[in-house]
């Protein structure tokens, strides 16, 4: 039987459903090629065997190697380090830089650096949407502070994000030192006394 003209062949994403499942078990997948081989093992043979899925449904929902690591990485950072909401700025900030903190000293999160500069190298564009797609998660926390009076309102809040975040990954991979509570209040109390 044909397909009518507003039939759309793209999957649908059912909440707790069989497209679930699989994205779980695809993401799960590239999450491990990630940290055990890197970005260059990741192939979409590998995956459909290990996620049990067949390429044509990988291929479907993922054009390309660089879409499927982006999405393990996005879901893996938005799990880890959804931003706080305690309804104070300074302890918001503080618990963030945290878990970027953890998250960027862990395996997987050694893997999705290395994963987004090899995909940068190749598809710079896709690496932007990555990162802008991180800014406007993170981006709310600033505006509530914003909303509360605690942050000016032209703050540039990718500015500041890029800032804040910067001294985190500097700190770690530039100068090769541990971040503990002491650098993160130093870096937060700078930070609001120029704001």
């Known amino acids: 039987m044909s397909e009518g003209p507003t039939s759309d062949p793209t999957p649908r994403a059912r909440p707790g459903g069989r497209s679930q499942q699989v994205a779980e078990r695809v993401l799960a997948a590239v999450t491990q090629v990630l940290i055990e081989a ?20 990988l291929y479907r929902r993922w054009p390309s190697r660089a879409d499927l690591a982006i999405d393990a990485i996005t879901v893996a950072a938005t799990d880890q380090m959804t931003p706080p909401d305690t ?4 302890a918001d900030l503080s618990a963030l830089l945290g878990k970027i903190a953890d998250f960027i000293t862990s395996p ?3 893997a999705a650096l290395s994963a987004s500069l090899e995909i940068g190298a190749s598809e710079p564009m896709a690496r932007e ?3 802008k797609k991180r800014f406007g998660d993170l981006a709310p926390m600033f505006e509530r502070a914003q909303a509360r009076g605690e942050l000016p309102a032209q703050l540039d809040i990718e500015a500041a994000l890029a ?3 910067g001294a985190i990954y500097f ?5 090769a030192s541990s971040v503990d509570e002491e650098w993160i209040q130093r870096i937060v109390t ?6």
């Not at 309804?87 to 300074?90: I, L, P």
């Not at 700078?190 to 704001?195: D, K, Q, R």
């Open 129 to 131: 949407l990555f990162w």
């Open 190 to 195: 700078t930070f609001l006394a120029g704001a």
């Open 87 to 90: 309804g104070n700025f300074a």
């Open 163 to 165: 800032m804040l975040a």
């Open 108 to 110: 997987l999160g050694v």
């Open 38 to 57: 890197g970005y260059a093992e990741l192939s979409f043979r590998d995956i459909s065997q290990m996620a049990n899925v067949s390429r044509t449904t």
């Open 171 to 175: 700190r770690v991979l530039v100068s």
